[in-house]
């Protein structure tokens, strides 16, 4: 466990029954939840919160995230500490860390979410940089996670599990599907009691209102692929499954 030496935002989370899914796990759409939250909440701290960066017509865009659980949290863990940090931008992209630890020291699960800088009016990319312009705070040299991100492509193997139609309960406040819903559209195509211990998603396209995305899966012993794609991929994820008893 890897835990942040500099700047960092430190809460304490409180879990509630419907924070759990039909297998008694934490559901990971409220761990995503939790984390952009947490990363919000930092970012207003640090000078990188929504009016700082649309004061300077800059918006901050997710372009893939991966969690990593180290054992099943379910109703025996009633409340944990989240920890996260940034790390120093390279490029265009800058990573933020989370830790989940339990009031016991144990640690929960491992997130690690790669962030870029987008010109608000041109839409195109700035070099991530640009952030440390207003930046109040250091940069951690404490990084929980050392592997790339996986890369899915659909290819003959992957099979269509089922169409979802993008509805008004999809949205956030800017109109098109939170990030935190799309891993709830990976998580659909599984069985009902596969239990899931690592998920990686990567954004490409958004979804918005009246959107239809065919979601598309393909398993390897443990591991499933799953693609969510209209005209073009709009998302891609890689799931690890628990072996079932």
């Known amino acids: 466990m890897n835990l942040p030496d500099k700047t960092f935002l430190k ?3 409180t879990l509630h029954e419907s924070d759990f ?6 559901k990971l759409n409220r761990i995503m939840q939790l984390l952009q939250d947490a990363a919000t909440e930092h970012a207003e701290q640090l000078g990188l919160g929504w009016k700082a960066m649309d004061g300077r017509c800059m918006v901050w865009m997710i372009s893939k995230i991966k969690v990593a659980l180290h054992r099943a949290v379910g109703r025996s863990t009633p409340r944990f500490t989240l920890y996260t940090w940034p790390l120093a931008p390279v490029r265009f992209f800058t990573d933020r860390c989370f830790e989940a630890v339990t009031e016991q ?12 800088i987008i010109h608000r009016d041109q839409r195109k990319i700035l070099p991530a940089a640009v952030m440390n312009e207003f930046y109040h705070g250091e940069y951690s040299d404490v990084k929980n996670d050392s ?3 996986a890369r899915v492509r659909a290819d003959e193997g992957f ?3 089922y169409v979802r139609d993008i509805r008004r309960s999809d949205l956030d406040l800017n109109g098109h599907v939170n990030n935190t819903n799309y891993v709830t ?8 009691d596969a239990r899931v211990c690592a998920a990686e998603l990567a954004y490409h396209k958004e979804l918005r209102c009246g959107d239809k995305v065919e979601i598309l899966s393909k398993q390897i012993g443990d591991t499933v692929e799953i693609v969510g794609q209209r005209e073009e991929t709009c998302f891609t994820a890689k799931l690890t499954l628990l072996p079932k008893n």
């Not at 899914?21 to 934490?26: E, F």
């Not at 559209?185 to 009902?192: E, G, N, Q, S, T």
């Open 159 to 161: 099979s269509l599990q």
């Open 11 to 13: 809460k304490t989370v």
């Open 21 to 26: 899914d039909c297998n008694g796990d934490l």
């Open 105 to 116: 020291g144990e640690s929960l699960f491992s997130a690690l979410s790669q962030w870029m």
């Open 147 to 149: 592997d790339g991100f």
């Open 185 to 192: 559209y990976a998580v659909d195509a599984l069985p009902a």
